[in-house]
């Protein structure tokens, strides 16, 4: 069965270094997310993607984040200048559309650590 | 996205069903419902979503109420491998119902 792949999978960097997490969607799906999880906490929306154009964030998702999608089948989240509180799980999503009767399949998540 | 309320937590023994409840009572016409889990350290992972009937597919079966306010996932024999959160959300039919808001979900425990 096809699968979203994401690496790396665990990801440590400095405070005030850039990152970026990269994601390989499913092949035939056009539209693509980012979510967050703090360690306990709940999994949050960060920002969907389609036709190489945002089309919705969440309030997380300042100016220090972006997304791309640079070739057929890459999507990345990139962090400008990464903060103590960026530490996260990064869940990428796909899926073949974007309405209510369309599942979104994730990957296995990059653990982001900032010391 | 439309409001529902699981329990925090469920135990159940290994080769038993099990049955998680979710309540939705605000849900709208245009509201489907999904079922995703996480086991740990792990994506969030879809199990199985519907409208009106009741669903079944490889890894579960979905119960919805008449009135559509409550629905149930049902795990016909759980394995310790089950052992995740469950999460029960709902999803507009149409338009840019782009995300997925999470919420704490169920921890569903299997034993021996």
């Known amino acids: 069965e096809p699968e979203v792949t994401q690496t790396p999978s665990h990801q440590v960097t400095q405070m005030g270094q850039e990152v970026i997490l990269r994601c390989v969607p499913i092949s035939n799906h056009l539209y693509f997310y980012w979510y967050r999880q703090i360690l306990g906490q709940k999994v949050e929306f960060l920002v969907s993607f389609y036709n190489n154009e945002i089309s919705e964030k969440s309030e997380i998702f300042d100016d220090q984040f972006s997304v791309e999608r640079p070739d057929g089948s890459n999507f990345t989240l990139k962090i400008r200048s990464t903060k103590l509180e960026d530490s996260a799980m990064y869940f990428c999503?796909?899926?073949?559309?974007?309405?209510?009767?369309?599942?979104?399949?994730f990957g296995d998540g990059t653990r982001l650590s900032i010391l | 996205d439309a409001k529902t309320t699981q329990p925090n937590s469920m135990e159940s023994n290994e080769e038993e069903p099990v049955h998680l409840p979710c309540n939705h009572s605000?849900?709208?016409?245009?509201?489907?419902i999904h079922w995703y889990r996480q086991l740990p350290s792990q994506g969030p992972e879809y199990v199985i979503h519907?409208?009106?009937s009741n669903v079944n597919n490889r890894m579960a079966s979905l119960a919805i109420a008449e009135d559509r306010k409550s629905s149930t996932l049902i795990l016909h024999r759980a394995t310790l491998r089950d052992a995740a959160v469950y999460y029960c959300?709902?999803?507009?039919?149409?338009?840019?119902?782009?995300?997925?808001?999470f919420g704490t979900g169920t921890r569903l425990q299997v034993t021996l």
């Open positions: 605000t849900i709208s016409g245009t509201d489907y």
């Open positions: 999503a796909s899926s073949a559309r974007t309405d209510g009767n369309q599942p979104q399949h």
């Open positions: 519907g409208l009106t």
């Open positions: 959300i709902l999803r507009v039919i149409t338009g840019t119902a782009s995300k997925l808001t």
